[in-house]
């Protein structure tokens, strides 16, 4: 099975006060340093000779680090994988200051952005702390377009300050007129050790029963502008579902390269340190256990609206699904579907996945 690749770029111009990324704002300089350590990096694992079908730079805002930087990384992943075919992923930030940087992307490889537009509204933008408005996203949507891109995900976030359905129906139809192909759409949560969790009581954030609705309500409305639902927090037009998060959800092997990055390869779960200059000097992976179980892959597929394919699991393990944790899952009604297919969560399931995941998996 071809692997995918993981590359997190840890800088960002400012701190969103919600985000507990690993990212930072850094100089030039510094960002060369990391560009070579990655590169370093992507040798040293290469001589796996493995195929890699997904490249995803991730962070932080890799845009940050340069259309030359990014594709020379590109580049030495080709030199040492083989990446025929693969979905190569970019995120960036939506303000007008990266749109030169789409024809090299293009030209170095690239075939997917990923824009963290979070709310086509400018007051929800601003509560959030983020630096772009909406029309700053529209004209990197559009450039981006004009360079040749045409598979670009929007995120959203859902449970914002003053955020209400109506809000809400008009980022989604701001990410329809603006022809994304993908849309993710994450419920904010209030990290440890984040500015918004310093002011926690002071935020106005929607309840939980609120933030609900506004879940049912970015489902209901990105199937009424054409995107399918296919994980709990993404949904996307046919045949444009991200291949790479895919990998995560299908418990298949990824390699994760910089600080904070996580991996699953050879049956073993291990991660780097969130330590750059540790990185620079350095990479440590350090190791996090076997991977790929069973429970953990019912808990991965499970987040899928296909959920946990019965005929999958047998060709994986070995056997059918075990009957008890059927029995289990038939006793969630309308929080679960259970047939001779396997097993999936419903919609109203998805706002209390983690309680289903987990009781489905105490049988
Ligand atoms: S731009 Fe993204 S990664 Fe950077 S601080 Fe904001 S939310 Fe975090």
């Not at 933030?211 to 399918?228: D, N, R, V």
Request: charged fraction near 30%; glycine fraction near 10%.
């Amino acid at each position: 099975m071809p692997i995918g690749i993981y590359i997190h770029i840890p800088f960002c111009r400012s701190k969103c006060p919600y985000c507990d990324f690993y990212s930072f704002a850094s100089g030039e300089p510094q960002k060369e340093e990391y560009a070579k350590a990655v590169c370093r990096e992507l040798e040293k694992w290469g001589r796996l000779d493995t195929r890699a079908d997904t490249l995803y730079f991730g962070g932080g805002t890799p845009t940050l680090l340069g259309a030359e930087r990014l594709c020379r990384i590109i580049s030495k992943a080709r030199e040492h994988f083989s990446l025929e075919g693969a979905e190569i992923t970019v995120e960036a930030n939506p303000s007008g200051d990266v749109s030169e940087q789409f024809y090299a992307l293009k030209e170095g490889g690239v075939n997917r952005l990923s824009f963290g537009l979070q709310s086509a509204k400018d007051c929800e933008l601003l509560s959030l702390g983020r630096r772009h408005t909406a029309r700053d996203a529209e004209k990197a949507v559009n450039a981006a377009q004009k360079a040749g891109f045409d598979n670009i995900s929007l995120d959203l976030m859902l449970g914002i300050e003053g955020q209400t359905t109506e809000s809400l129906t008009y980022s989604i139809g701001f990410c329809k007129d603006l022809g994304a192909s993908h849309v993710s759409a994450y419920i904010l949560k209030i990290e440890e050790g984040t500015p918004f969790y310093d002011r926690r009581h002071a935020l106005c954030l929607p309840d939980e029963d609120e933030t609900s609705k506004l879940y049912l309500a970015a489902c209901e409305e990105l199937e009424k502008a054409g995107f399918s639902q296919y994980e709990i927090s993404n949904f996307a037009k046919k045949g444009r579902e991200s291949r790479h998060n895919l990998k995560y959800w299908n418990c298949e092997e990824y390699l994760g390269i910089g600080p904070s990055a996580h991996s699953f390869l050879q049956g073993r779960r291990f991660y780097t340190p969130r330590d750059f200059d540790g990185f620079l000097k350095e990479a440590q992976y350090i190791d996090d256990g076997p991977g790929g179980d069973e429970e953990e892959y019912i808990m991965l597929r499970l987040r899928l609206t296909e959920g946990v394919d019965a005929g999958d699991f047998r060709r994986r393990y070995g056997k059918d699904l075990p009957p008890r944790l059927i029995k289990k899952a038939k006793s969630l009604d309308g929080l679960v579907e259970c047939d001779e297919k396997g097993i999936r969560i419903t919609r109203q399931g998805f706002l209390v996945s983690n309680r289903v995941i987990t009781e489905i998996l105490s049988e």
